[in-house]
């Protein structure tokens, strides 16, 4: 029997997972299909209900459903009860499991792609949205010495290193601008941008964050907006000398650690990234 796979968001349009999965399983030869789902608010339950059915590995769960399917689940594990969101579900004999592999992702990416591992060092955080929220989780847990979050609203900013202080890792919060963000930038070994700055038909499309002149030549610059592929911050980052790694990564790890949740052997990395930059670059990114 095939399997069923797939997405759900509102919308679901935009969602390139079908893509790079449906070319890691078919790399593999497994008989399962990945398809996107649009399901509204209203329809989640009896959605999530429905995955419990034999021959349903599982999903994964974009915007804005991520916290909406807890109630529906089993269990939940460590990681997305530490973010407050799950991102994949997995049908085991109709028990439902919810985790959470973005903040995983993002870090695997890192190690994978950089080297770079949080323990020991300093990161500084651009923007304080849902994604800085999950980025600034994930570096916590993987052993980050200490945080800046630097943000337009300086608030915003300010309840995330009250997050990141009751995780028991000293933060600072700044704007996203003067003479602060220069000094946050200088000791930084990771540079995260998780603001919407650089995203294509974005609120500042051709923005960057910071500049060339503002990044140290031995500091990672990730960010975490991956259309376009090539964006000004990933251009400043080159023009300074540093390490540069684009978004797309984070996408793609976090689907290659919800592939071997569901099914149980190591996703093909290679293929499913090359599937995903082949389907962005052909829509223009
Ligand atoms: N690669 C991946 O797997 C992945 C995963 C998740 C998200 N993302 C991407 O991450 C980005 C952020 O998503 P999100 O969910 O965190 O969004 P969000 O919750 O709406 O947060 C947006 C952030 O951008 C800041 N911002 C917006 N416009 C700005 C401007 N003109 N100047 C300076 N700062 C500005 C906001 O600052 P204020 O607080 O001042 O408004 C806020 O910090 C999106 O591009 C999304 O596609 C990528």
Redesign the pocket.
């Known amino acids: 029997m095939t399997q069923r796979l797939g997405i759900i968001g509102y919308p679901i349009g935009h969602s390139i997972s079908p893509i790079f999965q449906q070319a890691g399983l078919d790399h593999l030869g497994i008989d399962a299909t990945y398809e996107k789902w649009e399901v509204t608010p209203e329809g989640v339950g009896d959605f999530v209900a429905g995955l419990r059915a034999p021959g349903t590995l599982g999903i994964n769960i974009t915007v804005p459903h991520k916290q909406a399917v807890i109630p529906f689940l089993d269990e939940v594990d460590e990681w997305a009860t530490a973010a407050g969101a799950v991102n994949t579900i997995v049908n085991h004999d109709g028990h439902l499991t919810g985790h959470n592999t973005?903040g995983p992702g993002f870090l695997r990416a890192l190690l994978v792609e950089t080297g770079y591992d949080p323990s020991c060092t300093r990161a500084l955080i651009l923007?304080?949205?849902?994604?800085?929220r999950?980025i600034l989780l994930a570096l916590v847990r993987g052993g980050v010495d200490s945080l800046v979050i630097a943000?337009?609203?300086l608030e915003?900013a300010e309840t995330l290193a009250q997050l990141s202080s009751d995780n028991g890792v000293g933060s600072e919060a700044i704007s996203?601008s003067g003479d602060a963000l220069t000094e946050a930038a200088a000791s930084a070994n990771l540079i995260v941008n998780?603001?919407?700055?650089g995203?294509s038909h974005?609120?500042?499309e051709h923005?960057s964050?910071i500049s060339a002149a503002q990044i140290p030549a031995t500091a990672i610059v990730n960010d975490?907006?991956?259309t376009p592929l090539l964006t000004p911050i990933l251009k400043e980052a080159a023009a300074a000398g540093a390490t540069a790694l684009g978004?797309?990564h984070?996408?793609v790890y976090?689907g290659v650690l919800s592939f071997q949740m569901w099914t149980g052997v190591d996703a093909p990395v290679d293929v499913m990234l090359a599937a995903a930059t082949a389907e962005m670059t052909s829509r223009g990114a």
Do not use: F, K
């Open positions: 973005d923007g304080a949205g849902g994604a800085a999950g943000n337009r609203t915003r996203l998780c603001t919407t700055m995203m974005g609120p500042d923005g964050p975490v907006v991956y978004g797309l984070m996408l976090q």
